[in-house]
């Protein structure tokens, strides 16, 4: 069910890419030959008007085929590709770009809308669902590390020899863990799903600004859903689309400037398996969360395809960009061998990738 899930999600994320293509190019009366679901063998097709609608045998994504997009050192056909103003053909490459961030806008507002999981504040937590305490850091040597405490447990209860917490309130949590020191608490936990019950005993000198406090040693967060009204959602909806665009264009520049000097980590990156299990992941969590990993996935599709490699959409406008300048057409020879040498970077890149996602699975 998860390889299905995750063939599903990203044959949506390739066809809004690649749908965008196709209206853009449709739009500007360039000719397109081929939109294909899939990628051959063909296993049916259909033709209508003169581009032909096919499905293919291999269900990861799609394509569109526009004649003459991949160059020519002839006097191009009035309606292919490379016979368009630069304007429209810069269009044409960025609008499979645009159109995966807007399905990124399109699902991150339906989930605030519908309600997504965050942090509270003491102005937002009377309005949450769900809400409670989650970890958000152990000291070492602490209590709470050594009754076995982690980082995203989400503390449920807590109970003593006379009392018990429930709640989502950080501030009574500490103040519930302060008057039970030197009493064993047992701590019943949700890690990853799994219900645990461990036991800890809450000790005086841990806090540096106050040692007579007792304490667990632990860093805690109030967490809960929290539903934006519709009329707010489509800004909120712009605003998160924005941070998440950011934060992943410096992680993608961190990233690629890394393999650059041979530094980069490849544990903190997910390859096809990685994802996979991320999307398995989220739909048990629920509809919102799987929207949610799909949005910030469609943002990373988006901005890979607009790095300057050859085979992207970025690299094809650097080469309609260089064509721009120099007033010369780049010879197709040239374009096709750059392509293909983009296109072999890409798939050792996902070979290795895959390979790392393997070893954390298998660790």
Do not use: C
């Amino acid at each position: 069910m998860t390889v299905l899930l995750f063939v599903a999600v990203l044959v949506v994320l390739i066809l809004v890419h690649e749908f965008g293509h196709f209206l853009t190019a449709k739009w500007f009366g360039m000719r397109v030959d081929e939109f294909g679901i899939g990628y051959p063998p063909r296993a049916w097709g259909i033709k209508r008007g003169e581009t032909e609608y096919t499905l293919n045998w291999l269900p990861f994504g799609g394509f569109v085929k526009i004649h003459g997009e991949d160059g020519t050192d002839g006097v191009p056909e009035p309606r292919s590709f490379s016979a368009k103003p630069k304007w429209q053909q810069a269009t044409v490459l960025v609008a499979g770009i645009a159109m995966n961030l807007v399905l990124a806008y399109v699902l991150l507002t339906v989930t605030l809308a519908l309600g997504m999981p965050r942090a509270l504040t003491p102005e937002t937590a009377a309005t949450a669902t769900d809400s409670a305490i989650i970890v958000s850091g152990i000291l070492p040597g602490s209590p709470a590390e050594t009754a076995g405490l982690m980082r995203g447990d989400i503390i449920r209860s807590m109970t003593g020899e006379e009392s018990s917490f429930t709640g989502a309130d950080p501030e009574a949590f500490s103040d519930f863990v302060a008057q039970a020191e030197g009493t064993v608490l047992s701590i019943d936990i949700d890690r990853g799903g799994e219900l645990q019950t461990l036991t800890a005993t809450p000790e005086d000198g841990i806090i540096q600004s106050d040692r007579e406090r007792g304490a667990l040693g632990v860093s805690i967060a109030a967490f809960g859903t929290i539903s934006v009204p519709l009329l707010e959602a489509p800004i909120e909806g712009a605003k998160l689309t924005w941070e998440a665009t950011k934060e992943t264009a410096i992680g993608l520049v961190s990233f690629f400037g890394g393999l650059l000097t041979l530094t980069a980590d490849l544990s903190q990156v997910s390859g096809p398996v990685g994802i996979a299990g991320a999307v398995g992941s989220a739909s048990e969590s629920g509809i919102v969360a799987l929207m949610t990993l799909t949005a910030i996935i469609s943002i990373n599709l988006a901005l890979i395809n607009l790095l300057p490699i050859p085979a992207l959409d970025g690299g094809r406008l650097l080469f309609v960009a260089i064509e721009a300048v120099t007033r010369k057409r780049i010879p197709a020879a040239f374009a096709g061998a750059m392509n293909f040498g983009g296109f072999a970077l890409l798939i050792l890149l996902m070979v290795v990738v895959t390979a790392s996602d393997l070893m954390k699975l298998f660790a």
